[in-house]
C-alpha cells in the first residue's frame, strides 16, 4: 500500500472500516503460504516424524553468527567448518547411500539436509570434546555427524543411548565399532558413563525427562563441558539449570526451508 493513501486511512474515520478487510487479507497471505507447503507435504512426503529439510540461507547466518560468539571464533572461521560438512562428498554419499539402503528410506529428502545438527559438527570441530554423549538415536543420523566430526578431529568417543531396540538403523557394523549404542533407559545408561565433555538431549520430548537427563549428568561434566538440548523450543529445563548451575545459556533458532514446520532450535548450556 502507498504510504499515502495509508497516512490518510490511518488519520481518518476509514481505518475503523478498512482495517477488517486489511487484517483478512494478511491473514490469508500468511497461512495461505503454509497450507500450500502442508498440502505437498502430504501428499508426497512419507515422514512423521523428523523432519527433513534445509535452512534458509539467512537462517544459516544466524547459526554461523551464534556459534561465533558462543566459541569466540571469527565469523569466517566458523563458517570454514560449516562448508567442511556441506562439501563432504565422500561423508554425502556414504550417508545417502546408508539412507537408501533401510526399510524407512522414504521418510527421508535426498541428498539429505542436516538442519541444526550443522551447529552440532561445528561445535565438535572447535571444542574437540574427548567423550560425546547423545540422547535419543532415532535412525542416527545425528549420530552419524557427530562420529564424523570425531573422526576428521581424531579424538573423541561417542555414546548414543536409545530405548527402541530397532534404534541406529543407519548404523553400520564399521560405525558400530566406533560408536557406543546403548540400548535402554537413558538415565540407567548415563550413570555407566564416568566424564562427558560434550551432551546433547534428544531422546523423550518432554520437560519432565529433559530435566531428569540434565541432573543425572551434573557430576559427570568436565570442567569445559556444553550441554544441549534438542527440546528448548518447547522447554524452559535447559535455561532454568544454566541459571541453577551458574551456566551461560544461548538459543539458536531453526528457520526451515519450503517446509510446513515452524523449526526446532539448539539450545546451548556453556
Known sequence: MKSRIRDLIIRTKLLRLIAPFLRLRIFFQFN??????????????????NYSYDVTPLNRNQMIGAVSILTGKNMNEVEKYFIEL?????FLLK???K?????????FLFPIPFARRIVWYC??????????????TEKGLGSLIIQRALDINNNGKLFTLDLDKFAGSLLDSDDKEKISLLIGDSIQSISSI????????????SGEHEKKELE?????????????SDNSHVTDELYNWSKKMGRKYLFIKEVPKDHWYGGAGVGISY
Open 123 to 136: 561445535l565438535i570441530r572447535i571444542t574437540r570434546p574427548g567423550t560425546v554423549v547423545e540422547t535419543g
Open 32 to 49: 495461505f503460504s503454509n497450507l500450500k507447503k502442508s498440502t505437498r507435504w502430504l501428499f508426497k512426503s512419507r515422514e512423521f516424524t
Open 216 to 228: 543425572a549428568i551434573e557430576s559427570k561434566l568436565s570442567s569445559n563441558a556444553i550441554v544441549l
Open 86 to 90: 556441506e562439501t563432504d562428498k565422500e
Open 194 to 205: 564416568k566424564e562427558i565433555d560434550f551432551f546433547i538431549h534428544d531422546s523423550e520430548h
Open 99 to 107: 539412507a537408501k539402503n533401510i526399510h524407512r528410506q522414504n521418510e
Open 95 to 97: 550417508l545417502d547411500a
